[in-house]
């Protein structure tokens, strides 16, 4: 999911020089199912490979603030304003976890967010898409949110000690996005038929762009076995694809809509196998041309612009005060 | 522990937009207290342009949901760690003591409270 980037860049192979025991003795502590902490002995690729994916996962955290963000001012209660500034403050949170982790790793903080602001950074595919109704900051929450949740909850068991640690934080706090959008969709499934068919409106523009957040096929996937082996990675996109398939399809059921996919049918292991996924989208919206790629990170880059004086305030009101300290 | 990599403040122009991008202000680590009689535990970092921002920040990023009572921030470039290479050799010497261990030694069973 939040390694969907990678596809274009495979990490470098583990040079010749790296010492074969040192290498036996790291895939021995994996195995044996111990966290690498960060100033541990590790491959120069897995070192990549994380620094990728969890910056990756914090730059998805900071830009999955602006779709719902926008719903802040026009939110239909107080209650749901409320609610909504708590899911777009704890994604901010989120994104703070995982640089400060991804910072463990060698990297600093401000080439991560040179990394975002440049358009060099990958962030998931899932916060290119507009939402155009209230309907879909309640999709959102319980579709994005819910497939972010079948992928971050493996992770917390993740073979990186600040990562998986990172990710239990993330993973208490996200069942309640999940819940208040399935919530909010439940409220909108219940009200007049206007709202019903902006649910549903809402359902059928997300349920795509949701399936392809798991990334592309295991077939197609070839970073996949090496993720695996160091357990960065611990079910593959097909596996997890499913079960959030499994998981969902009853619940849009409950809510009485329906999944905008013709040949969604249920096999005779009660799995729910689901028609083919247009990856030529997914493509398209991964290298860029999204609907919404550039306005997330044009508004990104202003947000960064407009908070420069905050940062030279604060660095101004610090020296005042170590000074005032002094004398 | 978490090198940090100087930078200078440079102008940088990403769009239409031309922007500074700062050094990064120190990195704190963040111990919070559950409640009163616990001891306070470390649970991430943060970086803040002084030690009252820190703790302000600390709050915001690890304390949405009333889990502390109390928080420490510490800059991370003051903790002295062990090594972790050095962890066999360093922390070896209480190996063979199990006799430190009140399971080492074996009382008969009547006698009672001990």
Same mark, same amino acid.
């Given at each position: 999911m939040y390694t969907q980037g990678l596809l274009e860049a495979p990490p470098?192979?583990?040079?010749?020089?790296?010492d074969s025991e040192r290498m036996a003795h790291f895939q021995a502590r994996i195995d044996a199912e111990e966290k690498i902490e960060p100033k541990d002995w590790m491959p120069e690729a897995y070192r990549q490979t994380l620094i990728r994916q969890i910056s990756q996962h914090a730059h998805s955290e900071i830009v999955g603030m602006l779709p719902e963000g926008h719903w802040i001012s026009r939110a239909p209660s107080l209650l749901r304003k409320s609610i909504l500034i708590a899911k777009v403050q704890d994604e901010g949170g989120h994104g703070a976890y995982l640089y400060s982790a991804a910072e463990t790793l060698g990297i600093a903080r401000s080439e991560l967010i040179e990394q975002l602001l440049s358009g060099r950074a990958k962030y998931s595919s899932i916060f290119n898409y507009p939402t155009p109704t209230w309907a879909d900051v309640a999709a959102i929450g319980w579709l994005v949110d819910g497939a972010a949740i079948m992928n971050q909850v493996p992770l917390c068991r993740c073979s990186y000690g600040p990562y998986a640690r990172a990710m239990v934080r993330v993973c208490k706090e996200e069942s309640f996005h999940q819940r208040q959008g399935y919530h909010a969709m439940l409220s909108l499934a219940r009200g007049t038929p206007a709202q019903q068919r902006m649910a549903q409106d809402a359902l059928n523009r997300w349920w795509w762009p949701a399936l392809m957040?798991?990334?592309?096929p295991d077939t197609a996937s070839q970073h996949t076995a090496l993720s695996v082996r160091w357990k960065i990675k611990r079910f593959t996109n097909d596996e997890l694809r499913q079960k959030f398939v499994d998981f969902t399809v009853p619940q849009a059921q409950f809510l009485g809509l329906t999944v905008p996919d013709a040949q969604l049918h249920q096999d005779e292991d009660g799995h729910y196998q689901t028609g083919p996924l247009d990856w030529s989208e997914f493509n398209a919206v991964l290298k860029g041309n999204g609907p919404c790629n550039a306005e997330r990170i044009a508004e990104r880059r202003e947000a960064h612009a407009a908070g420069a004086w905050v940062r030279e305030a604060a660095i101004a009101h610090a020296a005042k005060r170590a000074a005032r300290a002094v004398a | 522990m978490r090198p940090s990599v100087p930078r200078v403040q440079s102008l940088k122009v990403y769009g239409a937009i031309a922007m500074t991008l700062p050094q990064d202000w120190a990195l704190y680590e963040v111990f919070v @207290?559950?409640?009163? &009689?616990?001891d306070h535990k470390h649970v991430g970092s943060l970086h803040a342009a002084d030690a009252a921002m820190a703790i302000e920040h600390a709050r915001d990023l690890y304390? @949405?949901?009333?889990? &502390?009572v109390s928080l420490w921030v510490v800059k991370s470039a003051d903790i002295v760690a062990s090594a972790p290479e050095d962890a066999a050799a360093f922390f070896d010497p209480a190996e063979d003591k199990i006799y430190r261990h009140p399971t080492f030694y074996d009382i008969p069973k009547d006698v009672e409270t001990l």
């Open positions: 470098k192979a583990a040079s010749a020089v790296e957040m798991f990334g592309p | @207290r559950a409640k009163r &009689g616990l304390t @949405r949901r009333q889990e &502390g």
